[in-house]
């Protein structure tokens, strides 16, 4: 279906009070820019994320009660249709660009595709817009609440299953205190065939059993994951990880998350209510004898609870450690090429073998606990059969119990106590994957950019109308200010400067206008709007950034030219190409576009991968352009042609550039002058140059 749909679904949300921008709700989805067909999961998905319940389905016209209305129609050529009314076989309905009445049945019947969503009648409190499986307390629980009714057939099966568990011992003790004394062989085979059927039903339930369970740990683990990376990608830049290694260990540990769900274990989690019945049996034929079994568990759970505690820490140190040594792997990684610079493998290496002497330590510790609990359970179970059997035969000479009931408690105890020693070891997963979770919920609970979408501006186009009052910013983890009682006003088209030494606060400057950060104090606005009430998603597509700290992917050049999330034609993407001066870079490849990237651009000198980011800045059709120490990496003529294709390039647009390079400031008609995250300076370029450096402005002409 067409993209439109969505726009459609959008406008029936604005009609109720609900202001979604459509582009900003697909980039959440993942939808390319430039893509023109959706799914319809991608339509579910939207209206989740507004908070309303939707549903596929396929329908007949007119067969679609009027209560249900409205409904989302997909035509044959696959854009949509809102059917509000329908009255004397006429309807009102709701096209991408206007609203129609009196449409005829008929009419409307010949372009239906069979195919529509019903909405929900009313839409969600907007506080509560979103909230399904997104809910900072209940992602994980919501997840799992989807998949009930797996789980309903899961309890079905397994009160069958249990059942049936009764059917060998009943056998075992007929066979042996009726068959076996009469030599009935007849009504042996009745008794075998009814169990050898039972056996194999029990066979098929457990078999459907766990393809039921790793059924919904596949559907909970795709839609967990798919919230984490989400998460990730929509992390705000204050609230993101200071150690990428930890971060990325801690999201990994949602393995263990799964594998608890999955595991067999869980099995007997279910079971163990099933104990009771068991036991009961176990009173019916045998009497006191119960006492064993009961004792046998008690004795388990008494060992269990002495042990939690130690285990439980030594599973927190264990994963602690696991994360700093993940972190280091990744850090060493990252900067191998330094470490082999500086000889400093040594020194890693010895930082490496400590963390893996000591978390083996502790993995050594939590293992053996864990461990002692399978051990333990053998031994109450074996223990278990040696009394039942001594207390039984006293029974059986008392004639209170007969050598069939005997055979039949030995079966029933074990199984009985089976449930507990498997809850009992599954405490140690629980403990683990509570340690997870705790990591997992802590990454959810992180302020988003997109937490409060609904209610961002989404102007058209921006003019590019820059003004900072009185603006203070410290980064997370920071003391001194970045910068400090900033105010300056940049006008549409203005070319600006931002100079100072390192550390002064020029890439902080650039950061905020780009939204990555808020000031603590002051405020920023863009076309006299706060730059926080403006969507994230709609600035930067209105931004060309080309950052000091250039990111490459590994890929293909045009997977990198065309990362940014915006409509591109071959001619923009052309022009990016030409400003960047990146022609040389294709005409010398037989690949041309298609040119393999390494991770990093690690195959790419410093040059060619400014380069690339500067084409890929200047993708789209964005009015600001951020330049942070853009031709740093250029040689002298390189630059001059740069700076001559740039000039015309952002002859419309608004330009705050940041190098120390004098080359560029030809570009520029007034400079900005930072000292320790204040204004020093803020005037002409000519101003500029006779107060720092003594210069006429003919002078000054005449060298740039």
């Keep these: 279906m067409k993209r439109s749909v969505l726009d459609l679904l959008s406008a029936h949300l604005g009609r109720q009070g609900i202001d979604l921008h459509t582009e900003t709700l697909c980039h959440s989805l993942g939808l390319a820019a430039e893509a023109q067909t959706i799914e319809p999961s991608h339509v579910l998905e939207f209206a989740e994320k507004a908070g309303i319940a939707a549903r596929f389905v396929r329908q007949d016209l007119v067969s679609i009660h009027a209560l249900t209305l409205p409904v989302l129609l997909i035509l044959k050529d696959g854009s949509g249709c809102l059917l509000n009314r329908i009255d004397n076989n006429q309807a009102d309905c709701l096209f991408s660009d206007q609203l129609c009445h009196g449409v005829p049945i008929d009419e409307l019947k010949g372009n239906y595709s069979g195919y529509c969503f019903f909405l929900g009648k009313e839409p969600d409190n907007l506080s509560q817009a979103g909230a399904d499986v997104r809910d900072k307390n209940a992602w994980f629980s919501q997840a799992i609440r989807r998949s009930l009714p797996i789980y309903r057939d899961i309890l079905i099966a397994s009160f069958a299953i249990n059942l049936f568990v009764l059917a060998v011992p009943m056998f075992s003790m007929n066979v042996y205190d009726r068959v076996v004394p009469n030599f009935a062989t007849d009504t042996l085979w009745v008794l075998a065939s009814a169990v050898i059927m039972i056996i194999g039903f029990d066979g098929l339930l457990k078999f459907l059993r766990v393809n039921f369970i790793e059924l919904a740990t596949k559907k909970s683990d795709i839609l967990i994951s798919s919230l984490l990376f989400e998460k990730v990608m929509d992390l705000r830049m204050a609230a993101g990880p200071r150690n990428v290694g930890g971060f990325a260990s801690n999201i990994k540990e949602f393995d263990s998350i799964k594998h608890f769900m999955s595991s067999s274990v869980i099995l007997f989690v279910i079971d163990l209510p099933f104990a009771v019945l068991f036991l009961g049996m176990i009173f019916y034929v045998g009497g006191v004898l119960v006492a064993i079994p009961i004792a046998c568990m008690l004795l388990l759970l008494v060992y269990v609870a002495i042990i939690r505690k130690p285990l439980f820490a030594s599973i927190a140190a264990s994963f602690e450690d696991g994360v700093q040594k993940n972190a280091l792997l990744i850090e060493s990684i990252a900067g191998l090429k330094n470490i082999k610079l500086f000889n400093a493998g040594g020194k890693f290496r010895a930082r490496w073998e ?215 034609t071959d001619d923009n993407l052309i022009a990016a190409i030409h400003l960047a001066g990146l022609e040389p870079l294709i005409e010398g490849c037989p690949q041309g576009l298609a040119m393999p990237i390494s991770e990093g651009g690690a195959n790419l000198s410093g040059g060619q991968r400014q380069a690339i980011a500067i084409a890929r800045a200047f993708t789209g059709s964005p009015t600001i352009a951020l330049l942070d120490e853009p031709s740093h990496s250029m040689d002298g003529k390189s630059e001059t042609e740069f700076v001559r294709r740039l000039e015309a390039s952002t002859r419309d647009r608004t330009l705050i550039v940041s190098s120390h390079k004098n080359a560029l400031l030809s570009l520029v008609n007034r400079v900005i002058v930072i000292d320790q995250g204040r204004i020093v300076f803020d005037n002409s370029k000519q101003k500029f140059m006779q107060t720092f450096y003594g210069q006429k402005p003919a002078v000054k002409d005449k060298q740039a």
């Design 354 to 568: 400590r963390l893996v002497s000591t978390l083996a330590g502790h993995s050594i510790k939590s293992r053996f606990l864990s461990s002692s609990i399978t051990t333990v359970m053998g031994m109450l179970v074996q223990l278990n059969s040696v009394f039942v059997v001594a207390w039984g035969v006293y029974l059986i000479q008392d004639g209170d119990l007969t050598m069939g009931g005997l055979i039949a408690v030995m079966i029933l105890s074990s199984r009985a106590i089976s449930p507990v020693g498997q809850v009992a070891s599954l405490l140690a997963s629980y403990d683990q994957t509570k340690v997870a979770y705790s990591s997992l919920k802590q990454i959810m609970a992180l302020p988003a950019e997109l937490e409060s979408q609904q209610n961002f501006l989404n102007p058209k186009q921006l003019d590019g109308d820059i003004r900072f009052k009185d603006v203070t910013f410290t980064y997370p983890g920071s003391e001194k200010p970045s910068v400090s009682g900033v105010s300056f006003h940049i006008r549409p088209g203005e070319k600006v400067a931002i100079l100072g030494a390192n550390g002064s606060g020029k890439t902080t400057i650039h950061k905020l206008i780009a939204g990555f950060y808020q000031p603590q104090q002051g405020s920023i606005l863009i076309d006299n709007l706060d730059i926080a009430a403006i969507s994230p998603i709609f600035l930067r597509q209105q931004i060309a950034c080309v950052p000091q700290d250039i990111v490459l992917f590994a890929g293909t050049l045009r997977d990198n030219l065309t990362l940014k999330n915006v409509p591109i």
